[in-house]
């Protein structure tokens, strides 16, 4: 049988027969075992009642309360340390009488509860798990998550439950990006007014983020702050004017983009003034790592500023790079004091800083092994930014090491995963699981799996049915999309703007921003922010038609499921125009609803030729494909994503037919 996995484990072997649910299933934990392993085992007994209905005699498990049982038997050896490179394998047994899973540490168990979670299946006579035997470990140390709080700041609950998401597919880093020019979010004791005037008052107090820490920890996963310096930093001046390298007064930011106010790398007082930062911050984060961004420095005040100049001069630093090495050396020796070692972009990355610096690629995989060559450690998040609404497949198949990779084997070892990017300039707590998941999910599966799993077809099979597992956890990427359609139209009837949403794409890359102007205060309720990447509507009917042509217009009623296609958006529009006239809203995209009828029609005049195995009329070809062209054009920051298929299947025409 097909298993629905993800990440898929590193061997299975599956065996003949089942284990059968029942109300009597219990589990027992056995030995070494932390408070941390209890509690992971507890929340997946309620998980596990509460997906089957199964009334389990077990309530909290304790080390008081465990029992002996032959049912369901968890052991590990160790409790596991929350640091890189902390054995996290896993076996599990599945037999008819018994299923095992075995660690070495409790972060190893945590990740064979939730492959078991996904084991369990259903048939007319309840709920089993398939008789198995899974020895599995991941590929790297390091899988991560980015969530930017700066831009739009995103609360503890949404947090939490994006923790929950990446524990259930087995990821280990939740970087929290926590300044922007567009926000101080944390609470800062030693320096107060970095919360109090750069926030709006939107910020994490010590005792959340401690609470968050702590959540994470429980289900395996490190927290690594970051601190965005020297640029990225105006929510900084708005209270401490005197850390900038230009004169203020400072604002908090509104709008997007790479701004000129950075940090003044030329005073003592800044470096005073960071230590004592971070030796609170280096006391409210327990992890060994922190980011320290290092992006985006356009020196333009650095350049204006005659006393950096002058300092410049005078200590022989050339230019504005090497005067952010310069920087970046100052701070790492900081953090250092404090037993953290320093993260950072691309940008950071020079020759006379330490080698247990890591480097962290949105460049790409050339800029990540050249740091390698050199002894660095690195992750990669060039080709896992999920802001950039890009198809989950292009994120999958993006591998930090390929087989062909220049690299030797000591090189390949300090390439330690990779992280997606959630930069949150066009998300808020209402959309932005809806860019994080479920594509993160095939993030994660390539950061954990074999190099060789790399089988599109069947990770979107099964990315299909664990997006409603997650779903399950809190996360809102599935429901609110409905909720989205329902506020769009005034909570009438949605089926026509569902029929076009379905079919539609936020704009790729950076385009959205290019297109309209946007600020913090900017609404991301609009028809842009409803519509999700990677449209599974569109992306099948893609598949039927490339799977169509690819067998001649015979393929097992394929024709017929695309026709049906066809047919309810070319008749569409219509209905959708009754929507349009009570929901202003929905004025933006009316255009290229019609444009989804027209393209609709042009399809269906398609498969006319095709079944009657004729050659399109050259006039109309060209027709059709300048309408198709023009259909192509976003309107409301969106795209029509069947436009290819369409343009194949005329194309097809102008070459004769089948």
């Not at 609009?526 to 067998?551: G, I, M, Y």
Request: glycine share 6%; aromatic share 10%; hydrophobic share 35%.
């Amino acid at each position: 049988m097909g298993l629905n996995l993800m990440p898929v484990p590193a061997k299975v072997m599956q065996t003949e027969g089942q284990f059968r649910l029942s109300d009597s299933f219990k589990v027992a934990v056995k030995g070494d075992v932390s408070d941390k392993l209890y509690h992971g085992v507890t929340r997946t007994l309620r998980r596990l009642s509460r997906n089957t209905g199964l009334f389990f005699p077990q309530g909290t498990i304790t080390a008081e309360s465990t029992v002996d049982t032959t049912d369901f038997i968890v052991q590990c050896n160790r409790p596991g340390e929350l640091v890189l490179h902390e054995d996290e394998s896993y076996q599990i047994t599945v037999s008819p009488q018994v299923i095992t899973l075995t660690a070495e540490t409790d972060i190893g168990a945590l990740h064979g509860l939730q492959t078991f979670l996904q084991l369990v299946d259903a048939d007319s006579n309840g709920y089993f798990i398939p008789a198995l035997k899974i020895e599995d470990q991941p590929r790297f140390p390091w899988r991560g998550l980015l969530i930017d709080a700066g831009r739009h700041f995103i609360p503890v609950d949404v947090i939490k439950r994006n923790l929950d998401g990446m524990a259930a597919v087995k990821m280990n880093v939740f970087h929290w990006h926590l300044t922007e020019d567009q926000g101080f979010r944390v609470e800062c004791k030693t320096f107060p007014k970095l919360h109090e005037l750069g926030s709006d008052g939107f910020y994490y107090t010590q005792e959340q983020i401690k609470d968050v820490i702590n959540y994470a920890a429980a289900r395996g996963i490190r927290v690594v702050p970051e601190f965005d310096m020297p640029g990225h930093t105006t929510s900084w001046f708005v209270g401490y004017p005197e850390l900038a390298s230009a004169p203020g007064p400072y604002q908090i930011s509104r709008k997007w983009g790479i701004h000129d106010p950075v940090m003044d790398p030329a005073r003592e007082e800044v470096y005073q003034f960071l230590d004592d930062f971070f030796k609170e911050m280096c006391g409210l984060f327990p992890d060994k790592y922190m980011h320290i961004g290092g992006d985006e420095n356009n020196g333009k005040h650095w350049s204006a500023n005659p006393e950096i100049q002058t300092f410049m001069k005078a200590n022989d630093i050339p230019d504005n790079h090497a005067l952010q090495s310069y920087f970046n050396r100052r701070v790492q020796k900081i953090l250092a004091k404090y037993g953290k070692k320093m993260v950072g972009w691309d940008e950071i990355f020079h020759s006379d800083l330490p080698k247990d610096i890591v480097i962290h690629s949105w460049r790409g995989r050339q800029s990540l092994y050249e740091s390698a060559v050199q002894g660095y450690p690195g992750i990669l998040s060039n080709g896992y930014y999920i802001d950039l609404i890009q198809s989950t497949d292009f994120h999958y198949l993006n591998d930090p090491i390929p087989e062909n990779a220049p690299l030797k084997e000591r090189e390949k070892k300090l390439i330690l995963g990779g992280e997606a990017t959630m930069w949150s300039e066009f998300v808020s707590a209402e959309t932005i699981d809806s860019r994080i998941w479920p594509r993160t999910a095939a993030i994660a599966e390539r950061l954990w799996s074999p190099g060789h799993v790399k089988n599109v077809e069947d990770m979107y099979r099964r990315l299909e049915i664990v997006s409603l597992q997650l779903e399950r956890l809190g996360l809102t990427h599935e429901k609110n999309y409905l909720m989205m359609l329902r506020r769009l139209t005034n909570n009438t009837d949605i089926t026509a703007l569902k029929t076009l949403v379905d079919v539609l794409e936020p704009v790729k890359i950076y385009t959205r921003g290019e297109q309209r102007y946007y600020t913090q205060f900017s609404p991301l309720t609009r028809v842009v922010d409803a519509a999700r990447p990677d449209a599974k509507v569109a992306r099948h009917f893609r598949n039927l038609v490339d799977s169509l042509l690819t067998n001649n217009g015979n393929g097992n009623g394929q024709a017929q499921s695309v026709k049906n296609y066809l047919t309810r958006w070319k008749e569409n529009h219509e209905r959708l125009r009754m929507t349009i006239k009570k929901a202003p809203v929905l004025k933006e995209i009316e255009s290229i609803s019609e444009d989804l009828s027209v393209t609709a029609s042009i399809a269906l005049e398609s498969f006319k030729y095709l079944e009657n195995q004729q050659k399109a009329d050259s006039t109309w070809i060209a027709s059709s494909l300048e309408k198709l062209k023009n259909a192509k054009a976003p309107r409301g920051q969106t795209e029509l994503m069947i436009i290819p298929a369409v343009e194949k299947l005329v194309r097809v025409l102008g070459e004769g037919g089948n």
